[in-house]
């Protein structure tokens, strides 16, 4: 079973900056896009930046031209830069990966392998 290692997660002030990793532990093939997602207490969980194979980004509208998502080629990390932080970005952060995998018997489906979540706290 693959995991999706974070890092990079700890407490910063209104305005300041903080840079996520993820890491699959091994190799993911056949990879759709990974994503960041994140869940704050009380609330769903929600997509914040999703990256796609060709190279595609998409954005949740309040954090647009704040936080930027990039990675490794091809899939060997997945990063999420984080500038101009708010108190309203305070959540646990969540890496994603989409892949196709392969039923047994011929056929495919999409799945996902999830990491454990890095926590970001903003403070006014």
């Known amino acids: 079973q693959v995991q999706l290692v974070e890092s990079g997660g700890g407490f910063v002030q209104a305005g300041g900056s903080l840079r996520l990793s993820c890491t699959p532990s091994?190799?993911?093939?056949?990879?759709?896009?990974m994503a960041w997602y994140r869940q704050a207490p009380g609330k769903q969980r929600e997509l914040v930046a999703r990256?796609?194979?060709?190279?595609?980004?998409t954005y949740l509208d309040s954090v647009k031209g704040r936080l930027i998502i990039s990675r490794d080629a091809p899939w060997k990390a997945v990063y999420l830069q984080m500038n101009n932080l708010k108190p309203e970005d305070t959540a646990v952060y969540i890496c994603?990966?989409?892949?196709?995998?392969?039923?047994?018997?011929?056929?495919?489906?999409?799945?996902?392998?999830w990491g454990q979540g890095t926590q970001v706290n903003v403070s006014l």
């Open positions: 091994e190799t993911i093939f056949r990879v759709n896009s």
């Open positions: 990256i796609a194979s060709g190279g595609t980004t």
């Open positions: 994603n990966a989409n892949f196709l995998a392969q039923y047994l018997g011929g056929g495919h489906y999409y799945d996902d392998y």
